[in-house]
T-cell receptor, first 112, second 116 residues
Framework: KNQVEQSPQSLIILEGKNCTLQ??????????LRWYKQDTGRGPVSLTI?????NTKSNGRYTATLDADTKQSSLHITASQLSDSASYIC???????????FGTGTRLQVTL | DTEVTQTPKHLVMGMTNKKSLKCEQH?????MYWYKQKAKKPPELMFV???????INESVPSRFSPECPNSSLLNLHLHALQPEDSALYLC???????????????FGAGTRLSVL
């Protein structure tokens, strides 16, 4: 069964600090992996998209890594801001490209 | 314009009501999706339309009826819903096909539905 698991479930950090979110998946065959940011009550917004051959991709203060051998990905947030408070969802596409397997999400809260 | 617009933003309905959720995009995308998201859970796929034809129905109860009148619009007709159907309903669009660069799903802000 295709699954995407994320850790931690929730995280509280101080503004300005860095953090790393983890994603493990069993989706096969693998096509690509995305990280989405979802503010409360809003739709998800794509942060990064990574294919099999990509190890690292950055989008501003967000850096995603992918290890396709171990089927793991991480999202590193640098110099966190209050506006980073949101749920971060790892999404893996495999098999039929129009269907996504969503992770359980990590709820990040950035405080003063 | 990378917007997917959903209306209404909020909807409260009784179990005997009939209502519709609407979704619109003008990015030329030919794949559109309905998702249901419960609190603190990831979105769950309900329906996929590709080139205005229903291509995936994830065993959704018939009280949810999707409609794609044209390439820019996607509706979700609701009838005789149950309180457990209360959730955030998300619409998304993308280009169909397997090319990664064309397959990013853009999500709307969602309709928060409460069934009393």
């Amino acid at each position: 069964k295709n699954q995407v698991e994320q850790s931690p479930q929730s995280l509280i950090i101080l503004e300005g600090k860095n953090c790393t979110l983890q994603c493990n998946y069993t989706v096969s065959p693998f096509s690509n992996l995305r990280w989405y940011k979802q503010d409360t009550g809003r739709g998800p917004v794509s942060l990064t998209i990574m294919t099999f051959s990509e190890n690292t991709k950055s989008n501003g203060r967000y850096t995603a890594t992918l290890d396709a051998d171990t089927k793991q990905s991480s999202l590193h947030i640098t110099a966190s801001q209050l506006s980073d408070s949101a749920s971060y969802i790892c999404v893996v596409i495999g098999g039929t490209a129009s269907k996504l397997t969503f992770g359980t999400g990590t709820r990040l809260q950035v405080t003063l | 314009d990378t917007e997917v617009t959903q209306t209404p933003k909020h909807l409260v309905m009784g179990m005997t009501n009939k209502k519709s959720l609407k979704c619109e995009q003008h990015m030329g995308h030919r794949a559109m999706y309905w998702y249901k998201q419960k609190a603190k859970k990831p979105p769950e796929l309900m329906f996929v339309y590709s080139y205005e034809k229903l291509s995936i129905n994830e065993s959704v109860p018939s009280r949810f009826s999707p409609e794609c009148p044209n390439s820019s619009l996607l509706n979700l007709h609701l009838h005789a819903l149950q309180p457990e159907d209360s959730a955030l309903y998300l619409c998304a669009s993308s280009q169909p096909g397997h090319r990664v660069s064309k397959n990013i799903q853009y999500f709307g802000a969602g309709t928060r539905l409460s069934v009393l």
